[in-house]
């Protein structure tokens, strides 16, 4: 029960779910205290847009590419630099990979850039924008009727199903409170710096690791059924945080949805591997097919399917190619609010992305 339940549970939060919210946080005080500026300087110089574009999108999350998609809305972008922007996210997808090898995130994340960089301006230069006859300068949407009067996401849910456990405790706060003993726990066992057995001599064989892991998943759970399943970039109003609380509320948000997800492709994983004996080695979606089919699964919205793709990879099953034609794919969480404004311009985007995909999944398998 341990191993086939309780410790994929506990290496969710504890590899990935601790590492994404205090990265979500720091990328989350970033947005606001500086995210204006690259907007207001990228209207001003519109051959540098799909140079932004990606630069935006490559940023972890999916915060970067959605606060361009009221931009094109109006006018004041290109729709190359939308594709750059959608081409080099790997939307939510990317705190995975960034928990699990900050390394070999750096890599593909560079891959991705370079991809929808040249992707923005092909496209830029092609002329191809279906909402060029459309008079573009259209209102911002309001704000869903989710989202708490900060612009945030109403956790009111959240703080009803944490009510019999954390009583009176805001469920963010209660998330944070559990997130700093896991991290201080988490980095030496997972960096292999203490033996964990000995942590769980000290601790009174009490396991810290697996206790605080598996507590911190049912958390993000609870937290994820509260929001009712939605991540927080779903909307125009939460892609740029306005408060320090704010941006705190919105992480543990995020990050609970990652963790969820991600919980689900590990233990998804573990039963398979213990039921099956299946271990990734008879994987049949391996070359051109496996390429292909990354591309085809980036073509759902959302990041619920893309992180639990790219948690497959994480555990060993599925081959880079495979992986890299998803991460350019897909659009993450950007492409729900592009399809509110612009609903044609959203579907040629999505399979315009799917091209680069394709041909460079191909390429990597010729190359490795």
Same mark, same amino acid.
């Given at each position: 029960? #341990?191993?086939? &339940?309780? =410790?994929?549970?506990?290496?969710? *939060? ?59 809305? =109006? ?25 699990? /090898? ?7 994340? !560079? ?6 960089? &040249? ?15 459309? /008079? ?9 009727? %989710?989202?708490?009067?900060? %612009? ?18 805001? !469920?963010?706060?209660? *998330? ?10 988490? &980095?030496? $066992? ?6 964990? +057995? ?43 945080? =306005? ?27 573990? &039963?398979?591997? #213990?039921?099956? %004996? *299946? ?10 097919? +496996? $390429? ?24 060993? %099953? ?31 985007? #999505?399979? $315009? #992305? ?15």
């Amino acid at each position: 029960m #341990t191993e086939l &339940v309780l =410790r994929p549970l506990a290496d969710a *939060f504890m590899q990935v779910g601790v590492y994404v919210a205090v990265m979500v946080a720091l990328f989350g005080w970033l947005r606001w205290r500086h995210g204006d500026r690259v907007t207001d300087g990228l209207t001003s110089r519109p051959r540098l847009g799909p140079l932004v574009g990606a630069l935006l999108g490559v940023s972890p999350g999916c915060g970067g590419a959605i606060i361009l998609m009221p931009l094109y809305a =109006r006018g004041k972008v290109s729709f190359g630099t939308v594709v750059a922007a959608l081409a080099a996210t790997m939307g939510d997808s990317s705190w995975v990979v960034l928990a699990w /090898n900050p390394v070999f995130a750096l890599k593909i994340h !560079a891959l991705l850039f370079a991809v929808g960089l &040249v992707t923005g301006y092909v496209v830029d230069a092609l002329g191809i924008d279906p909402a060029r006859a459309v /008079n573009h300068r259209v209102a911002a949407a309001p704000a869903p009727a %989710g989202l708490a009067a900060a %612009g945030g996401p109403d956790l009111a849910g959240a703080r009803r199903l944490l009510g019999g456990l954390l009583p009176r405790v805001p !469920a963010s706060t209660a *998330f944070w409170g559990l997130t700093t003993p896991a991290f201080a726990v988490s &980095v030496p $066992v997972v960096f292999q710096l203490v033996d964990p +057995g000995a942590l769980t001599r000290s601790f009174g064989g009490v396991d810290p690791y697996l206790a605080l892991g598996v507590l911190g998943t049912l958390t993000a759970a609870l937290i994820f059924a509260g929001g009712r399943g939605k991540l927080a970039d779903d909307s125009l109003e939460t892609a740029q945080p =306005r408060s320090l609380r704010e941006t705190l509320r919105h992480s543990a948000h995020e990050a609970s949805f990652v963790t969820v997800w991600v919980a689900v492709a590990y233990l998804g994983w573990q &039963v398979v591997i #213990t039921t099956t %004996g *299946f271990d990734g080695s008879q994987l049949a979606l391996t070359g051109l097919v +496996g $390429v292909l089919v990354g591309a085809g699964i980036g073509l759902i919205p959302g990041c619920a399917v893309q992180i639990v793709f790219t948690g497959l990879y994480v555990s060993g %099953g599925l081959p880079l190619p495979t992986l890299v034609a998803n991460a350019i794919s897909q659009d993450g969480d950007a492409l729900i609010p592009l399809a509110a404004l612009r609903r044609h311009s959203a579907a040629l985007a #999505t399979v $315009v #992305t799917t091209v680069p995909a394709a041909a460079v999944g191909a390429a990597l398998l010729v190359l490795l």
